[in-house]
């Protein structure tokens, strides 16, 4: 069974991973889920952001710090061999996800950053391939990458192995357009399960509304939600936003439609679209679009100017509507 396991594990890690991309993605456009959103810029920037991360970018990392290491540190290789599974599981589960949770969230509290990150945001759809759609650099900097590498150096390759493939499978199904949260809000029976699972991993409900185009509607919340495979870094942490609803509209509310390459590797390429975050002399975060009121809103919104970024560390609360 155990070794049942860990081939299943593995597999997720090499082809597993490419195969649940393209099986959702069959699924999405066959559902039509994108509703003609894929444009060619839209494609190119989505199939360079899926192919040179996982195939090029990580393993490249990997095999040079596994390189680097026995030569500054090979007294501590495979040090933490001894380790029992499921404590380096745990170990190499919180180290990886923590880190993540402060970069990502690092990037919406600071200008400077928030243009690296700005790619995964732009897209006015969610869906399998948004999962690693980011700019090249922001990827090249994830700190998890070099931490991971030096835990799996220092003798906690097996479980990281298994952390890597729950992780995959929690953030593409969380990306994904596919709302498989929906039927435990819908039945009261399973209130219990959401409400568990909602405080602690990513779903589409809570992570969807990261990526909304709006944060004053009550559903839509990128000033929080940061989590990537755990959502209960934003518990922990203050930042975290349950509604059990949707974004009506995701993306950002300004997207001028920069040119894939901008986006890949800004700032060594810059947009060529007037007034972008991305352009050469664009404004490092621009103000979103008013959220406007229609009659099909079962609540009032208020139009206010707001900004992508969050400049401070106060704590947001958690709202749950009882269904």
């Not at 066959?30 to 494609?43: D, F, P």
């Not at 501590?76 to 029992?84: D, E, L």
């Not at 900097?141 to 992780?167: D, E, R, W």
């Not at 621009?286 to 139009?303: A, F, G, H, N, Q």
């Amino acid at each position: 069974m155990i070794k049942y396991i860990e081939t299943l594990a593995h597999g997720i890690n090499t082809w597993g991973f490419p195969a649940i991309i393209l099986l959702l993605g069959v699924i999405e456009f066959s559902l039509g889920l994108y509703e003609k959103k894929w444009t060619k810029n839209e494609s190119l920037l989505n199939i360079f952001s899926f192919v040179f991360p996982p195939i090029i970018l990580y393993p490249v990392i990997a095999y040079l710090g596994l390189k680097f290491l026995p030569g500054v540190i090979p007294q501590y290789k495979n040090i933490f061999a001894w380790v029992p599974f499921i404590w380096g599981f745990i170990t190499i589960a919180i180290a990886d996800d923590l880190t993540q949770y402060w970069y990502h969230r690092l990037h919406h509290q600071i200008p400077f950053l928030w243009r690296f990150h700005r790619t995964h945001h732009s897209a006015p759809y969610m869906g399998m391939a948004m999962a690693s759609r980011q700019n090249i650099i922001y990827t090249f900097l994830f700190s998890q990458i070099y931490l991971t590498t030096i835990l799996i150096y220092l003798g906690l390759g097996y479980p990281a192995i298994f952390v890597s493939a729950l992780k995959i499978l929690i953030t593409v199904f969380a990306h994904s357009s596919i709302k498989w949260d929906k039927p435990l809000y819908k039945y009261k029976v399973l209130h219990p399960v959401a409400w568990v699972l909602e405080r602690f991993i990513s779903t589409p409900a809570t992570h969807h509304a990261h990526h909304s185009s709006s944060t004053d509607d009550g559903v839509g919340y990128y000033k929080g939600n940061f989590g990537n495979m755990f959502f209960l870094w934003d518990v922990i942490f203050g930042t975290a936003h349950i509604s059990r609803q949707y974004p009506e509209a995701y993306g950002i509310s300004h997207y001028e439609g920069d040119e894939w390459y901008a986006q890949l590797f800004w700032p060594i390429f810059k947009s060529s679209r007037e007034g972008s975050e991305l352009a050469k002399s664009g404004p490092a975060v621009r103000e979103d679009i008013p959220v406007k009121k229609t009659s099909l809103d079962d609540y009032k919104i208020k139009p206010i100017k707001s900004q992508r970024l969050i400049y401070s560390l106060t704590k947001e609360s958690i709202s749950n509507p009882n269904r």
